[in-house]
């Protein structure tokens, strides 16, 4: 990653890491292409791009039909990747 004024990084949680290792290589790639770009945007903080999500600690991020619960550490100016799950019956249509 480029060096920036404001140096974001991306890590996964053990439980994350998990379910990342489980997905298909296309998946894998898309998402860490995702979380590359929240962390290295020009205009946006990585927080700009979560959204919130109900009943839970965790903000979400979508990539294709996955949702990743996210938590933004600003003091350590790091996304913390806390789960990968697909979308499924949980969300609705519009979500």
Same mark, same amino acid.
């Given at each position: 990653?480029?060096?920036?004024a404001? &140096?974001? %990084?991306?890590?996964?949680?053990p @439980? *994350?890491e %998990?379910?990342? *290792?489980r997905? +298909?290589?296309?998946?894998? /790639? $898309?998402?860490?292409?995702?979380l %590359? %770009?929240?962390?290295?945007?020009?205009? =946006? +903080?990585? *927080? &700009?791009?979560?959204e919130?999500?109900?009943?839970s600690?965790?903000?979400?991020?979508?990539?294709?039909?996955y =949702?990743?619960?996210? $938590?933004?550490? $600003?003091? /350590?100016? @790091?996304? @913390?990747? /806390?789960?990968i =799950?697909? =979308?499924?019956? *949980?969300?609705t249509a &519009? &979500?």
């Amino acid at each position: 990653m480029g060096s920036t004024a404001n &140096d974001w %990084d991306w890590v996964f949680s053990p @439980r *994350a890491e %998990d379910q990342f *290792a489980r997905l +298909e290589p296309e998946t894998q /790639e $898309r998402i860490v292409g995702k979380l %590359d %770009d929240v962390v290295t945007s020009e205009w =946006r +903080e990585p *927080a &700009d791009f979560l959204e919130p999500l109900a009943n839970s600690p965790f903000q979400k991020l979508r990539v294709g039909n996955y =949702r990743l619960g996210c $938590r933004v550490r $600003r003091q /350590e100016q @790091r996304l @913390r990747v /806390e789960s990968i =799950r697909h =979308r499924s019956g *949980a969300y609705t249509a &519009d &979500d």
